[in-house]
């Protein structure tokens, strides 16, 4: 009796041991991420009746949360009020960034924290003659009021990105304006435009694709 308690002992401690060796090998995910990007430059030449548009994208990276000079390493492009991701093919426009990586886009309508997860939605991608997300006012992320020539972003759009290298994030456009400003007058409107702000969340666990924080 008293060597088969021991045994029995002897198991128990054995199989608590290796549960524990077995958690202790799971990866320790990192911190779902939750930032805001301010006045990430998105400056253009021609454009309404001067030429041609062009001039090069300023590129961000989730991973680091900042303006990139990387060929590669980078998710979103901005020129004006064109955003480009990295995946797909060239659009055609001038002096765009060489897609390298598997970026896409899916558009969603809600409000930013209804946007839980990045599972099962269909990613778009850049291709010839349109981006992943639609240029022009109404069809993407922004309106234009012709006659206050003001810039808003569309209420309720949400656009989840999957970044170049495979990971998640949700983007929520706020301004186009210096600073973000909640009063838009006309002199903003004609010298302080082409500044992105937008808040976002960003899952950097590779395979993970929940867009909430914990």
């Not at 309404?48 to 994208?57: L, M, P, V, Y």
């Not at 659009?91 to 990045?118: C, K, L, M, Q, W």
Request: hydrophobic share 35%; proline share 5%.
């Amino acid at each position: 009796m008293k060597i088969s308690l021991k045994l029995f002992t002897l198991l128990l401690i054995s199989f608590v041991f290796f549960s524990c060796s077995d958690d202790d090998d799971s990866p320790e995910l990192e911190a779902v991420e939750s930032k805001t990007a301010s006045n990430i430059p998105a400056p253009q030449t021609g454009g309404q009746g001067q030429g041609e548009i062009s001039g090069e994208f300023t590129k961000f990276s989730f991973e680091t949360g900042a303006v990139t000079t990387s060929d590669t390493e980078w998710d979103l492009a901005f020129r004006g009020t064109s955003i480009a991701v990295n995946g797909g093919t060239a659009t055609g426009t001038n002096d765009e960034p060489t897609r390298n990586g598997n970026g896409g886009i899916a558009i969603e309508t809600g409000t930013f924290a209804s946007v839980t997860s990045a599972d099962g939605l269909t990613f778009a991608q850049d291709a010839d003659g349109a981006y992943a997300i639609p240029a022009g006012s109404d069809n993407g992320w922004y309106n234009y009021n012709f006659m206050t020539n003001i810039l808003s972003p569309i209420p309720g759009k949400i656009f989840v990105v999957r970044t170049h290298d495979g990971k998640y994030a949700k983007v929520e456009f706020l301004s186009y304006y210096r600073d973000a400003p909640s009063d838009i007058t006309p002199d903003i409107a004609q010298n302080d435009l082409r500044f992105y702000t937008f808040q976002y969340v960003y899952n950097p666990n590779e395979g993970e694709t929940s867009l909430t924080v914990q």
